[in-house]
């Protein structure tokens, strides 16, 4: 290749797979964002009236929905970073040369299906399944007591499920604290838990945000969890926006429910990305 | 009497100390392997019941050992046609995926061009997008265009969302990647197709199995944007799914169960190649 057309190579190694990006993500998101501005039906056809006051009119009627998903992945945010913090700091520090091996042990359960372990958890809190079942023969529980089909299944699924995306960013970012800073802390009399809280604790704050993200948005967007262990009371906006779509074939307010949840999402990520500049965004 | 009471409340403190101490020692690494407990309970869960020989549909209590349902799971075309539909899809999947994430990590990684942050920001939105929204938008693309959903369209949206998992492996392999090696292999005369071929691709291999394996463990697990785009083909996890309503047989565990142990190998074989690279590196730069 002569050279002054060298500046062509990168292009070359991105067209394809940028194009693939373009044509099967960005551009359906547009034409999602069309879809909720048409008015029709499946019989007679669907045509572009820019109808903005669809997005108020659903908002307003799936507020709970939206409202109970917000709520259960804070809840579920906050939980996977209390079990995930202490997990990814003792690997980080004290994974000596099991490090690589702990990591894997994190991982290794996700490589059974997102379903069949969901599925599991169904059995695991039945009502008189393998836990529950003894807790009541042996009389400590209530015969009535349930957790299936309750909000604490539902959260406890989803920690469950996204528990990795918490402890992995929390890990890379844990794992660059360089512990002679520790050491010069308490070497000046901070204590322990001092020089936690003013060293590691501030230094491994971009682990905190990457993995908060990783954990919160696909909470908020699940629809599995609540199906399967959940009940009519726990139904998240995700159930909707899947109902509407493929048993209602409610096309625009479906569209227009997930437009509004991608725009939420796509707002966290440019502030994240704002936080930390796109190149770390991929690394 | 006083001179040991005094040793002793001097001795004390200390020795109180040393065990609050030992206690948070022990705190943290009791705490994690509780945790990892926890993560593995669901699997142990789904291993054991896939020897269980339930009485009804229903398989949720324990009623006996019994090996039959790894036999009896062949001879069930319902479990084990969606399966090849699966391996079907993740083998095409993974293929087409890997390479083209390969040559976007490779020109993130080695080049400097306009748009690199439209692109990095392009590779990351999908991996922090709900799937229901990937899955949704596909479903408008698709009904809107007109194009019927099967196979093909479970693999575009496949490849679409696994594109970006393979950019951010296979760049963090390549990122520590030595060009003085490929420099050398070209001062010897090596021209640039040899020197890949040669140099350059043994070395990010790892890399790019890893993300393969990575690709391929998505791609066979995914449900959320699959239910939106199969249309009237179903995969395994669909099909789970669907008869989940009705009661879970055995056999879903069984194969659940067989995934794992074949994951399980493949993440054997890719630490046997990882190991033999890093100890195949100096060998090669001493040549």
Redesign the interface.
Same mark, same amino acid.
């Given at each position: 290749m002569p050279r002054h057309w060298r500046w062509l190579v990168p292009y070359l190694f991105l067209i394809p797979g940028g194009l693939w990006l373009l044509a099967f993500f960005v551009v359906p998101m547009l034409v999602m964002a069309s879809v909720s501005l048409q008015e029709g039906s499946l019989g007679t056809g669907y045509s572009l009236t820019w109808n903005f006051g669809i997005y108020p009119e659903t908002i307003q009627h799936w507020a709970p929905q939206f409202a109970r998903s917000l709520w259960y992945s804070l809840v579920v945010t906050a939980l996977t970073l209390a079990i995930g913090y202490p997990m990814a700091y003792t690997i980080a520090f004290r994974g000596g040369r099991y490090k690589n091996m702990l990591l894997l042990l994190v991982i290794l359960p996700f490589f059974t299906a997102y379903i069949i372990r969901t599925l599991s958890w169904k059995l695991i809190l039945a009502d008189n399944g393998v836990v529950l079942g003894a807790l009541k023969d042996g009389g400590i529980l209530d015969a009535g007591f349930r957790l299936i089909a309750t909000p604490v299944a539902v959260i406890s699924g989803l920690t469950y499920n996204f528990l990795p995306f918490m402890v992995l960013p929390l890990y890379v970012a844990l794992e660059k604290v360089d512990p002679k800073l520790v050491e010069a802390a308490t070497d000046l009399y901070a204590s322990r838990l001092h020089a936690f809280l003013r060293v590691t604790l501030p230094l491994s704050m971009p682990g905190v945000f990457a993995g908060s993200l990783l954990t919160f948005i696909p909470s908020i967007g699940d629809f599995i969890n609540s199906e399967i262990l959940g009940s009519r009371d726990t139904t998240m906006i995700g159930q909707i926006i899947q109902r509407l779509f493929l048993n209602n074939n409610a096309y625009p307010e479906a569209a227009a429910l997930g437009f509004t949840l991608m725009a939420a999402v796509l707002a966290m990520i440019f502030v994240y990305a704002r936080a930390v500049g796109a190149d770390e965004l991929t690394r | 009497m006083t001179a040991p009471a005094i040793a002793i409340s001097g001795a004390m403190p200390e020795r109180r100390r040393s065990t609050g101490a030992r206690l948070s020692a022990l705190i *943290?690494?009791v705490?994690?392997g509780l945790?990892?407990v926890?993560?593995?309970?669901? +699997?142990a869960?789904?291993i054991a019941?896939s020897f269980n020989d339930p009485a009804g549909r229903q398989n949720?209590?324990?009623q006996g050992f019994t090996l039959g349902n790894y036999v009896d799971v062949w001879g069930r075309p319902d479990v084990t046609g969606p399966m090849v539909t699966s391996l079907i899809v993740a083998v095409a999947a993974t293929l087409i995926s890997t %390479?083209?994430?390969t040559?976007?990590g490779?020109?993130?990684t080695?080049?400097?061009?306009r748009g690199?942050?439209g692109?990095? *920001?392009?590779?990351?939105?999908?991996?922090?997008?709900?799937? +229901? $929204?990937?899955g949704? &938008? *596909?479903? &408008?693309?698709f %009904?809107?265009v007109g194009i019927q959903r099967g196979l093909l369209t479970i693999v575009?949206?496949h490849?679409?969302f696994n +594109?970006?998992y393979v %950019?951010?492996t296979v760049?963090?392999r390549i &990122?520590g990647f030595n060009r003085s090696l490929e420099e050398a292999a070209m001062d010897l005369g090596a021209d640039e197709w040899q020197t890949f071929r040669r140099v350059t691709f043994p070395l990010i291999f790892p890399g790019i199995l890893a993300a393969a394996l990575l690709a391929f463990?998505l791609s066979?697990?995914d449900?959320?944007i699959t *239910?939106?785009v199969a249309g009237r083909d179903i995969t395994?996890?669909l099909w789970?799914?669907g008869v &989940?309503r009705l009661g %879970?047989p055995p056999e879903?565990?069984v194969l659940?169960t067989l995934?794992?142990v074949i994951?399980?190998l493949f $993440?054997g074989v890719q630490i046997w190649a990882q190991r033999r690279q890093i100890m195949a590196a100096p060998t090669r730069l001493d040549r």
């Open positions: - | *943290l690494p705490f994690t945790a990892v926890y993560l593995f309970l669901p +699997i869960v789904m019941f949720i209590t324990w %390479v083209l994430g040559l976007i490779m020109a993130l080695r080049y400097d061009f690199r942050n692109l990095n *920001l392009l590779i990351f939105v999908p991996m922090a997008t709900p799937e +229901i $929204i990937m949704a &938008s *596909l479903l &408008s693309l %009904v809107t575009i949206a490849v679409m +594109i970006s %950019v951010v760049r963090a &990122s463990a066979i697990d449900y959320v *239910l939106f395994f996890p789970v799914f &989940s %879970v879903v565990n659940g995934i794992f994951a399980l $993440i």
